[in-house]
């Protein structure tokens, strides 16, 4: 099983709506991700954590704010969005856990949660 | 700070032919170099990985290589198929971190 799954598939959120992204693997992978992803553009890392820590803060504002409840949970909440905010959320994975048996620093992407800011 | 870039862009190619995507990167420490396919409005798939002790891996159609020395990895692709068409992005990690390129938007026509 290869698969990292996100919810809700598209939101449409208003400027001073709280709403949450959520992101789950049981691939036994130690690191997530969060990228952000405008259109035709490459993503863009947002966050890592590594063994639930979070490791990695790509100087995000803080009106996104991660959250890693356990190894195969990943959350992002979202508050007081600006519309420029409107993109994908992609969350990923990367290989190397106990339990999977891949190649080391392979990285599993999710589908994406679309994000709409009005 | 690590860069990549992909060349070329764009591609527009009719069904059948073999494709070659490059990828640069600047920073020859890198650990791995990972090929993906993303879909418009999508994820991405995870093609190929190349470690930085490998040459060259293959899936099925697809070639990767990998030439550290020159900064260089090229994604090979045989007897292209409209069901190819996608974008691809590679990208390098150092470690956690991984820098993506561009992509290149390919078009395999009927």
């Known amino acids: 099983d290869t698969e990292v799954t996100q919810t809700p598939k598209h939101l449409v959120m208003g400027m001073t709506n709280k709403k949450s992204l959520k992101c789950e693997q049981h691939?036994?992978?130690?690191?997530m991700y969060w990228y952000k992803q405008k259109a035709k553009k490459p993503p863009e890392l947002m966050f890592v954590?590594?063994?639930?820590?979070?490791?990695i803060n790509e100087s995000v504002p803080s009106r996104f704010s991660p959250e890693c409840p356990n190894s195969s949970l990943l959350n992002l909440h979202l508050h007081a969005l600006q519309p420029e905010d409107s993109a994908l959320y992609l969350c990923?994975?990367?290989?190397?856990?106990?339990?999977?048996?891949?190649?080391?620093?392979?990285?599993?992407f999710g589908p994406g949660t679309r994000l709409t800011v009005l | 700070k690590q860069e990549v870039t992909q060349i070329p862009a764009a591609l527009s190619v009719p069904e059948g032919e073999n494709l070659v995507l490059n990828c640069s990167f600047t920073?020859?420490?890198?650990?791995?170099l990972q090929w993906f396919r993303q879909d418009p409005g999508k994820g991405l798939t995870s093609l190929l990985l190349?470690?930085?002790?490998?040459r060259e891996q293959t899936s099925g159609r697809l070639n990767a290589s990998l030439d550290k020395s020159s900064g260089r990895s090229t994604l090979y692709i045989a007897a292209s198929q409209p069901g190819d068409s996608a974008t691809y992005l590679c990208?390098?990690?150092?470690?956690?971190?991984?820098?993506f390129g561009p992509g290149t938007r390919l078009s395999v026509l009927p």
């Open positions: 990923a994975s990367r290989a190397g856990g106990i339990r999977s048996g891949r190649t080391p620093n392979e990285q599993f």
């Open positions: 691939m036994g992978h130690r690191a």
């Open positions: 954590y590594s063994y639930e820590k979070l490791s």
């Open positions: 920073d020859s420490a890198i650990y791995n």
């Open positions: 190349i470690q930085s002790s490998q």
């Open positions: 990208a390098q990690t150092t470690g956690q971190n991984f820098v």
